[in-house]
């Protein structure tokens, strides 16, 4: 649990309080190793009947996104969905069947693409978003 421990001195390093709502979402993140939404937050911590009030989930996981621990990744099907900051930006391929996400690496991360859209239209890029939606390897079969 070493990346566990490395994570809360960094959230106690930024003044946040290192509550344990904030623990189980963090521990979650980590064990889960893909994106999970609130929703599945909500039912691993009811499986483990931790008590907590849905209110105070919600405001400390937008602290943590706020303070860069986590980030939100949004397949545009209404549930947003989070994973620790690794510090690598990527992208993201999701299954529509069965909901399967792999986390995708763009080489030069689509700089070029950013590069000749300013030379040709002045238009300064700040961020971007782009995710793959498809069938996984089981769903084809
Ligand atoms: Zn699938
Ligand atoms: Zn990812
Ligand atoms: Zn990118």
């Keep these: 649990m070493h990346r566990f421990e490395a994570i809360l001195e ?6 946040l309080r290192d509550s344990k709502i ?7 993140l980590l064990k ?6 609130i929703g599945e937050i909500i039912e691993l911590l009811d499986q483990e009947e931790f008590r907590f009030n849905k209110t105070s989930l919600y405001r400390e996981t937008d602290k943590l996104l706020k303070g860069g621990f ?7 099907d209404g549930k947003k969905r989070y994973e620790i ?35 040709d239209t002045q238009f300064k890029v700040e961020d971007h978003v ?12």
Excluded: M, W
Aim: charged share 30%; with cysteine.
């Design 32 to 37: 889960a190793n893909k994106p999970l939404s």
């Design 85 to 119: 900051n690794t510090g690598t930006h990527h992208h993201h391929a999701i299954c529509t069947k069965c909901k399967k996400i792999v986390c995708v690496e763009i080489p030069n991360n689509l700089e070029e693409v950013e590069k000749k859209l300013f030379q």
């Design 70 to 76: 986590i980030t939100e990744i949004d397949f545009l």
């Design 130 to 141: 782009l995710e793959f939606f498809g069938t996984c390897k089981e769903c084809s079969k």
């Design 10 to 15: 960094n959230i106690r390093k930024k003044g």
């Design 22 to 28: 904030k623990r189980k979402v963090i521990e979650y």
